[in-house]
């Protein structure tokens, strides 16, 4: 049997998956088992900020492995400080807690704003539900998917939990109806990834903070895929002015470990003390290895001319993507790029761009670009004269 053949044999069938297998890959480039090259425009969905296997990512992971892989969270361990100092210098961020995934990160952010409430107000307040938007997607647990504010994600696996109230994105007075006494957080993504790479308005987000702010209730970003320099600013928070606030508690996952599995959930001063012991865990959470890969991507990706070249990159993309007749808009900031075409289906066109050489993403219905951050410009153009061909 080979991969494909024996992976659908053993592997439960919980993904549509492409007919590829892949052998390795080097930087923006991949290659399958069958020798055939690719160019990547998806980045493992925006996990290899770096591309694949970075020299000095590969470096840090490599030596961390021979010199300690993991210890329980009962003691300390270097790499797990020095990458939470380095991503609060960044943030300003004052605390976080270390989880595998975006979905734990999202996790750790709902239990951090109900105890919050309950802390502060009591129990039997009643303050315990948690606004987040329709077309939202915040992960795969019971929770997460409560808290996913698709109606597609809530079959199955009934009961659901209680406690999440879906607003509609950019409505500002259904916003203003749903947000009362019972309502401990609002979460949100800045540009809904799974929804379609669909970015919120201004004003939108603004009302969101204004009001929170007056209600004392807490503001979770969830930029799981948002984050770490994907919109070319470290945090896209900051794409948004928000009159100088900050979202009480920010989650990340995706790229910020470069491909390792990991997720953070940080918050400032006003939510550091929530979690007590006992009230949290982890085992696998803030394992040196993935910390040691995620001090490697903070240091690239913070810098602040690595992140204007994020935007330029998108801009380049974007500039090139518009002069072709098949394309309505794009959506989206940086490297997070969202195309809506006018007459193709978005994932006919993934499969034959595959066919062709280059891997992308769709969302929606929508043909999603999610190249890694160090693309370079030849590799940019090869894999867009790719796409303009399956375009044309
Ligand atoms: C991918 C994603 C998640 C879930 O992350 P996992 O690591 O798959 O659990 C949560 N929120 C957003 C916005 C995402 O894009």
């Not at 659908?8 to 991949?30: C, E, F, H, Q, T």
């Not at 007749?325 to 490297?335: A, F, R, S, T």
């Amino acid at each position: 049997m080979n991969t494909i053949e024996k992976h659908d044999k053993y592997i439960m069938k919980s993904y549509g998956r492409l007919p590829l297998a892949v052998a390795n890959g080097n930087g923006v480039n991949l290659t399958a088992e069958d020798g055939k090259k690719y160019i990547d425009f998806g980045s493992g969905i925006g996990t290899n900020s770096l591309g694949f296997c970075d020299d000095d990512w590969v470096k840090a992971v490599s030596e961390q492995l021979k010199t300690l892989q993991h210890n329980s969270n009962y003691y300390y361990n270097k790499p797990g400080a020095d990458f939470a100092e380095k991503l609060c210098e960044i943030t300003g961020y004052t605390n976080m807690f270390f989880s595998n995934s975006g979905a734990e990160a999202n996790e750790c952010a709902i239990k951090i704003a109900r105890k919050y409430s309950f802390d502060k107000y009591g129990k039997g307040t009643g303050r315990q539900n948690i606004i987040t938007l329709k077309g939202s997607f915040h992960g795969r647990t019971i929770a997460t998917l409560s808290a996913t504010g698709q109606e597609d994600f809530h079959n199955y696996f009934f009961p659901f939990l209680e406690g999440f109230i879906h607003v509609e994105p950019n409505n500002i007075s259904d916003l203003n109806q749903k947000l009362d006494d019972s309502v401990c957080a609002v979460m949100l993504e800045y540009i809904q990834g799974e929804g379609g790479v669909c970015p919120l308005d201004i004003d939108f987000v603004n009302e969101v903070f204004k009001l929170c702010t007056m209600k004392d209730v807490l503001v979770i970003a969830d930029e799981v895929q948002t984050g770490t320099g994907r919109t070319g600013k470290f945090l896209c928070g900051a794409n948004y002015p928000k009159n100088g606030k900050k979202a009480d508690i920010t989650t990340l996952a995706k790229g910020l470990f470069g491909g390792l599995p990991g997720g953070v959930c940080m918050s400032g001063e006003k939510c550091a003390g929530v979690l007590t012991p006992g009230t949290h865990g982890s085992t696998y959470g803030g394992n040196p290895i993935v910390m040691a890969g995620g001090l490697v991507v903070l240091e690239k990706v913070s810098n602040p001319d690595f992140l204007d070249e994020v935007v330029k990159k998108g801009d380049y993309i974007r500039e090139q993507l518009l002069q072709l007749d098949e394309i309505e808009k794009i959506d989206g900031l940086g490297l997070m790029l969202g195309i809506t075409l006018k007459t193709k289906i978005a994932k006919d066109v993934m499969n034959a761009a595959l066919e062709k050489g280059l891997l992308t993403l769709t969302a929606k219905e929508k043909l999603r670009l999610l190249p890694p951050l160090t693309i370079d410009y030849q590799s940019l153009d090869r894999g867009l004269s790719i796409l303009a061909e399956v375009l044309q």
